[in-house]
């Protein structure tokens, strides 16, 4: 039985990482991520592919479970590592694992789920109706998801261990889902209480900084109005600006520090060491320094 924070009790705090797995091309081009074109000046800009990781009160808990190399690289991106391996450099092995939030069903975000067989795995009601129903009718709308992997949440389902939430879910002391749609139906971000305050795991309700920065949705998107709706209500959840991290920004990268010997898990529980950019010119030099 999960237990609950009473009233007045202060939320227990969680130690909050992300695991980079996969990163698109290189010379992804801007025009890729934005609804309305901007001018970067002909600058690259990459998604990087992450899940993240919070541990405490005797829990291990994975928000996305990332993608099988075979996807990954068949939809045209650099497939890095299994997920499973930040577990490891973090002490865990999969079995450890107590929850997977699904933030949402899409390829990049719903695999390995047989890896996980002590999981309880949270994904919105609508979220499941929306890519096993007769929205899926639609090549257009069936391209973000892979069937494969959502037969194994089915799966799972079918193996009592799949728990759909709605509206506003605590899944555990300090761990808050809060559903905001837009760019997929039930999609979810995480509000996860840290040592340094409350942390929101904005997947793909933020792509980059640059997308809340411009209020240009990136444009696979379901509902334009929850998506940028969602932008705001990210903010209002977050306890400040530094406390935001997106879904597939690369700058997350250079803000959070490594891991030591896994240079590839990045430590969001002390503040970032540089500053997230809040307008166009601080966003232009972050992708000039990057680059």
Not at 152 to 180: D, K, N, Q, W
Request: net charge negative; charged share 15%; proline share 7%.
């Amino acid at each position: 039985m999960q237990q609950h924070a009473h009233a007045g009790e202060a939320a227990p705090n969680y130690r909050l990482y992300a695991v980079h797995y996969a990163s698109s091309q290189p010379d992804r081009a801007a025009d890729h991520n934005f609804i309305a074109r901007v001018d970067f000046h002909d600058m690259p800009m990459p998604l990087d592919f992450f899940v993240w990781v919070a541990i405490g009160v005797g829990r291990v808990i994975l928000i996305d479970s990332g993608a099988e190399e075979h996807i990954c690289t068949a939809r045209g991106h650099n497939y890095l590592r299994c997920p499973s391996e930040g577990l490891a450099a973090l002490g865990h092995t999969p079995e450890d694992v107590t929850d997977v939030i699904v933030t949402h069903m899409h390829w990049d975000h719903l695999g390995h789920l047989a890896k996980f067989p002590n999981a309880r795995i949270h994904v919105h009601k609508s979220e499941m109706s929306h890519a096993t129903g007769c929205a899926m009718c639609h090549a257009q709308l069936r391209r973000p998801y892979d069937v494969t992997q959502v037969c194994s949440l089915i799966v799972a389902l079918y193996g009592g261990r799949v728990c759909f939430t709605e509206s506003t879910a605590e899944i555990a002391p300090g761990i808050r889902l809060h559903h905001v749609g837009g760019h997929a139906p039930g999609l979810q971000v995480a509000q996860v209480q840290t040592g340094r305050g409350k942390v929101v795991v904005a997947s793909d309700a933020m792509h980059y900084f640059a997308n809340s920065v411009l209020t240009n949705p990136y444009p696979i998107v379901i509902n334009v109005q929850e998506y940028l709706d969602g932008l705001v209500l990210v903010e209002k959840l977050a306890d400040g600006p530094d406390h935001v991290i997106p879904g597939h920004d690369p700058l997350v990268r250079t803000m959070y520090p490594q891991l030591e010997g896994a240079p590839y898990v990045f430590d969001l529980n002390a503040p970032p060491r540089a500053a997230r950019p809040l307008d166009l010119p601080a966003l232009l030099e972050a992708f000039r320094l990057r680059s």
